[in-house]
């Protein structure tokens, strides 16, 4: 029925769950420039980091074109992938 209704039971981020938390957690020091790169493929999303803003964020993934500066949140479409700089 899940895959019928295409209803997720989980989402995750590299493809399993608990993959952020724990011994999984990835760390960055104080300081250290970080690039997160999200994509989605049927559904629309929000990434929001908690305790910082993106430096850069390509809502859009196009790295031709300016950045945002400063995002709190960004919005990746359905389809889509996105990238972000935080420091």
């Known amino acids: 029925e899940v895959m019928r209704k295409l209803i997720p039971t989980h989402v995750v981020f590299n493809g399993k769950v608990g993959s952020l938390t724990g011994k ?3 760390t960055a020091k104080v300081g250290e420039t970080v690039m997160i790169v999200h994509s989605q493929a049927n ?7 908690i305790g910082g803003h993106g430096d850069y964020v390509w809502e859009t993934g196009k790295f031709i074109n300016p950045p945002q500066k400063d995002l709190e949140t960004w919005f ?6 996105g990238a972000a700089l935080y420091t």
Do not use: E, K
């Open 24 to 26: 999984n957690a990835m």
């Open 43 to 49: 559904r629309d999303t929000r990434p929001h980091l």
């Open 76 to 81: 990746i479409r359905g389809g889509s992938a």
